[in-house]
């Protein structure tokens, strides 16, 4: 429900997030994994695991699962949903988009974001900055790993 | 009673608005409370007109320190009815006064021995213990709580054994609110003579506690969840075992005497108190303890239950909240299927309602729950009825925002925590 008493939460809370938390993506098993991370916030709890599949030098697969608030959650499915077909390169510039947009810096330099827009009206919200990111840097953290688990 | 409208005169910040035009409607006192103008007023006294550091000065403000310093000692010793001033010890915080207790008590300790905990312990009462599990090649135990969010005092009892040499329990939850029997620990438990700690930051500022009463052998509080500054933890102890008992912390004003081979330990309390101590903030908890003690503690435990019992039937109307909380006093927590209790918190902040949402530090607990998060409410004699009902009005708006009862497809699995949880005992 938008409403107009709250505007800063509508910024926050666009449709888009909402739709994304009601029904995330990116919660099939993969059958095979070739960068997997779990990430957690120590502040609040919030849980996240990634999972990729690549083939032909791109994401072919995104699993995201996870436990969390609205903006976390919705973050991860956005993440599942825009990084398929991305090289690992292209993948890497998007989240660097998230992460200038979120210290308000120029983001100009990466235009095919999808819904990731609608995660703007989060930095207005500081604490909150931390639940946008998790995915991503979740995300990260899988490829620096180069972690091979299997997810049943 | 009291008049509650006079009171929150007493506290500046009650004054403030937030979001420009919402006012604050504070609900987080069981993370840190308000603090009243004469508090602030004291802390200034002192850095204006006496400021220096106290025992070792000759001059005319040292010893003014010095008096002043000591005398929130008897007033500590009063507010909770020990036997002498000297039996009262200032840390930084509860915290610090555990992990004291878990160096200096668990240097006697041998192999085998136990230490009892509850499910229902914040993490500062349970990494001092894990910390010095690594030291030493010693167990602990955790009691667990009834499906009423309880404690099962019978289950204590047949965990208290020979081996057991501590129990280190938390006088009233900082999440269920409910206050544990501390008498019937201490006599049920007596044939095996463990020693008995008893973290009271939760308990010490909401009602009249006596230490010889409870039966413990250790009570631990913090001065900032009781109107008082930061930066100021009590430890109480019986004299007997505060002077067996091997310092914590090494430094100045915790010795008589220095030579080039060794040292001999001031007496208690100094002996752990080492280094200079935070002197204008326990001047300024003494100055807060005059003040609670003014209001009267019977008198806030009355109006918290009063405060308590409105707000949980005010809730009882979201029929899909789960609400932790049987008896719980000042502290209530829940959580639900559908909104997160970051994005309630989010939301009702909008509205001026300062809440808590998270694991409140007891990670063990909420996975005993359940639960990764919940949202907490927790109350002190400065809140009213008024501001529970702007709560209620902000968390109405917030399940409105996420449309509880439309969205009931959002169902987040999770792995059963609760069944996890028991496989490790």
Redesign the interface.
Known sequence: ?Q?KT?P??NE??REII?EH???PCGREPLDKVDYHAEGTNP?????VKIGLQIKNNKIEKVYTEG?????S?ASGSILADILRGKTLEEAKKISEYLKCTMQWKNNNFCDDVGDLRALEGVKK?PV?IK?ALLPWTTFEEALMGHDRIEIS | MFDVEKIRKDFPILERKIWDDKPLVYLDNAATTQKPKAVIESLVNYYENYNANIHRGVHKLAEEATSVYELVRDKVKNLVSCKDNSEVIFTRNTTESINLLAHSLGESLNEGDEILLTEMEHHSNIIPWYLLRNRKKINIRFVPITDQYELDYEKLEKLVTKKTKIISVTHKSNVLGVINDIGRISTGTSGCRPLLIVDAAQSVPHMKINFADLGCDFLVFSSHKMCGPTGVGVLVGKKESLEKIPPFLGGGEMVRKVTFDNFTSNDVPWKFEAGTPNIADVIAFGTAIEYLEKIGLENIHKYEIELTKYALEKLSGFNFLKIYNSRGVGIITFSNPVVHPHDIATIVDQEGVAVRAGHHCAQPLMSRLGVLATTRASFYFYNTKKEIDIFIDALQKAFDYFEVGACKELKQERVDLVSVQKKDK
Not at chain 1, 67 to 71: A, E, M, N, Q, V
């Open positions: 429900m409403t709250m800063q939460l926050l809370y909402l938390y009601r029904k502040l609040c709890g919030d849980e436990h969390g608030c609205s903006i959650i919200f909150r639940c």
